[in-house]
């Protein structure tokens, strides 16, 4: 009997909770069995405008105006590499001590998960 399946690219939305990590390692250990028909795997977080809540009371203009501001840009760089980037780093450690081999995409979109 073949089984029909056709997994080429994997999508794997994460945050910073603990089930998410338990997610990750849950995925890494099933994905295993399929990696010779896998091809790419993408680690995918969604960020809100909500780290900007320790800066609230300094910054003074609308929402749409405030992407465009310079301190906007620093605020989600710092944000990123302190808060995002270390977890993101370790679900990629995660599915690799599970023996993921292939390519592992981290990325990081703005919106309202």
């Known amino acids: 009997m073949d089984v029909i399946y056709s997994f080429k690219k994997i999508l794997l939305p994460v945050d910073e909770s603990k ?56 605020l989600k760089e710092q944000y990123l590499k302190e808060k995002i ?7 990629e450690k995660i599915l690799r001590d599970c023996g993921i081999t292939i390519e592992i995409i981290k990325r990081v979109d703005e919106g309202d998960p």
Do not use: C, M, N, W
């Open 19 to 74: 089930h998410s990590k338990k997610a990750i390692t849950f995925a890494g250990k099933f994905l295993k069995y399929f990696i010779k028909d896998i091809s790419q795997i993408t680690i995918f977080h969604v960020i809100r405008l909500s780290y900007l809540t320790a800066h609230e009371k300094r910054i003074d203009l609308r929402v749409e105006f405030l992407k465009e501001s310079e301190l906007f840009k620093k």
């Open 85 to 91: 980037k270390p977890i993101l780093d370790e679900y």
